[in-house]
Structure formats: C-alpha cells, structure tokens
C-alpha cells in the first residue's frame, strides 16, 4: 500500500473506465430485465439481447456509454482511492513484517463505498434511465407510451429535465438503496479480491506477473459480490425507471414486484450481471494493480 496518496485515485480511475468498456453491453442488457413490466417483458437473457440487438450496438448495447464511461473513471477512482489511503492508515506497521488483515481490507472497502456516493449517485440514476428507455416494436402499453414521452436522445437533456421537473434531489432518486446495495458491497468486494489473490499467490496458482491471480480474484470478487447485493439492485433499477410515479418509496416499488411477479423479480438479471462483472471486474482490477505498480516506479 506503499506509494503516494494520489496513485490509488489514478489507477482506480483508469482500472473503472477499462472495466466499464468491457461490461457495458452485458449492464444495458441488466437493466433491460429489471425494468420491464409483465407486458414488456423479456423471456430471458437471450430474448433480451435479441431485442436489444435490433436497435443496433450504438442505440442498443452501448446506448448510455459515454456518460457512464466519464463517470464510472471517478466513482471507481474514489473507491479504490479512498481504500487505498485507507488501508494506510489502517495499517501502520512495517510492510515488510505485517500481514494483510482482513478485516481492515473489508472496512477499507466500506469506506471507499460510502464516500463515493455523493458522485455516483446522480450519476447512475442518468445511466439507469437512458437504458431502460431502449424503443422496441411493442405498442400499446403504457411503458410504450411513457417510453415515448421521456425519451431522451442524452445524459444532458435527461439531466436538465429532471432537475428542471424534480429539482437537484431527482437526481439522487434511489439514493438509499443504492448506498445500502454498495456500501457493505464493496467491503465484500475487496475482502474477497483480497482473500482470493493472497490465496492464489500463495498456492503459486498464476504466473510469474501475477496477471492471473489479478484476473481471477477481480472477476470472481465482482461476480460474488453482485449476486449478493441483486435484489436491491433491482429494486433501484426499477424505481430510478418509474418516471410515472407509479412507486412512491423504493419499498412500494419492492413490495409491488413482489405482488406482481413474486420473489423471482428480485434476481431477474443475475444471470447477464454475474456474465457482465466477472470480465469487468477482472480487467478493472488488472489494469488498476499495474498502473499503480507503474507510478510507484515513476
């Protein structure tokens, strides 16, 4: 954890945007599943990828990326920045001789987890929203025509109407599941990045760079860690999407989907979000643990 301050915020920010490249088109198709209704909805990931696919790449699976790819480099920068420094101060003793404790590594994470909430919020709200409003060819329904009506061709356009019809707290719709999703998340995350690497160099399970040891446990840390934060991931997906004002609270929206489609909605999607973290997370955490090795010679 040796290096200065600011190298943990560089790398991270790098590390976010190569991972973000990556998972974009498997997010797009996340948020597809979670927002549909009964009478919109995809028959599975294939089904979604299939209809998503008709709109084109640009319109379709990266529809959204170019907010989300500026923004995603400083979310992912404060968290990694913030456990980095953290883990600093959490461990002081000579890095020769101390053992990484994992327990600082999961408050460390936590840490990073809250402090980027103020900035990825708004920022994930704008992305949820631009995703979730891909035209098909149904018609008839409501969300087709709601789709219609607030279908915004932009993260800046979409900014501007929410804070001219909302005001600045729009922007922070499903702001506390999001922080109850990520915070703990995050800890889990690097706790077991952490856990997994240690354990793989140790065993000698990778090659001589340690490229494989990054790869693994970044990609099994970002799938681990999704799976177990889905439900209220779906739940922010689909209330951040109600433009209607269908849900209240995120816990109408919650009890809504439960009565509507039963427990299963709370895990639509983990199939395409477990494909979509594992690469992601992979490359993400790759390329963050070798431009920190870089400026750390520099």
Same mark, same amino acid.
């Given at each position: $954890?040796?290096? @200065? ?6 790398? /991270? #920010? ?8 990556? /998972? ?7 948020? +597809?599943? +979670?927002?549909?209704?009964?009478? +919109? ?6 089904? =979604?990828? !299939?209809?998503? &696919? ?21 979310? &992912? ?23 990484? @404790?994992?327990? &600082? ?7 990073? #987890?809250?402090?980027? +909430? ?21 018609? #008839?329904?409501?969300?087709?025509? @709601? ?10 356009? %979409?900014?501007? @109407? ?15 599941? $999001? ?6 998340? %995050? ?20 090659? &001589?760079? #340690? ?32 433009? !209607? ?7 109408? %929206? =919650? ?25 992601? %997370? =992979? ?16």
């Amino acid at each position: $954890m040796s290096g @200065h301050w600011t190298h943990h915020y560089i790398a /991270g #920010g790098v590390g976010g945007a190569a991972g973000l490249l990556v /998972g974009h088109p498997f997010d797009t198709v996340k948020v +597809q599943l +979670q927002t549909r209704t009964v009478d +919109q909805r995809y028959r599975g990931t294939i089904d =979604a990828m !299939s209809g998503i &696919n008709q709109t084109g790449w640009v319109r379709g699976f990266f529809r959204g990326l170019s907010w989300p790819l500026f923004t995603f480099g400083i979310v &992912n920068s404060i968290l990694l920045g913030v456990y980095g420094n953290t883990m600093k101060i959490l461990e002081r003793e000579d890095p020769k001789t101390r053992k990484t @404790h994992y327990t &600082n590594v999961y408050l460390a994470g936590c840490a990073g #987890g809250a402090t980027f +909430q103020v900035v990825a919020i708004p920022f994930d709200y704008i992305k949820v929203v631009l995703q979730s409003q891909i035209q098909q060819e149904k018609s #008839g329904s409501v969300e087709t025509r @709601h789709q219609k009506r607030y279908y915004f061709r932009g993260p800046v356009e %979409c900014t501007i @109407h929410t804070y001219r019809t909302l005001g600045l707290s729009g922007l922070y719709k499903g702001g506390t599941v $999001m922080a109850v999703r990520d915070i703990p998340t %995050c800890g889990l995350y690097m706790l077991t990045y952490s856990y997994i690497g240690d354990f793989l160099r140790k065993k000698h399970w990778t090659d &001589n760079r #340690g490229i494989i040891a990054e790869l693994v446990s970044g990609g099994c840390a970002g799938s681990f860690a999704w799976f177990a934060t889905m439900p209220f991931d779906v739940i922010k997906s689909r209330y951040q999407a109600d433009f !209607s004002g269908v849900y209240k609270r995120p816990l109408d %929206c =919650a009890i809504a989907s439960y009565k509507e489609e039963g427990f299963r909605v709370f895990y639509r999607g983990t199939v395409v979000t477990c494909l979509r973290a594992f690469p992601s %997370c =992979a490359v993400a955490m790759l390329v963050y643990s070798y431009i920190l090795d870089v400026l750390k010679k520099t």
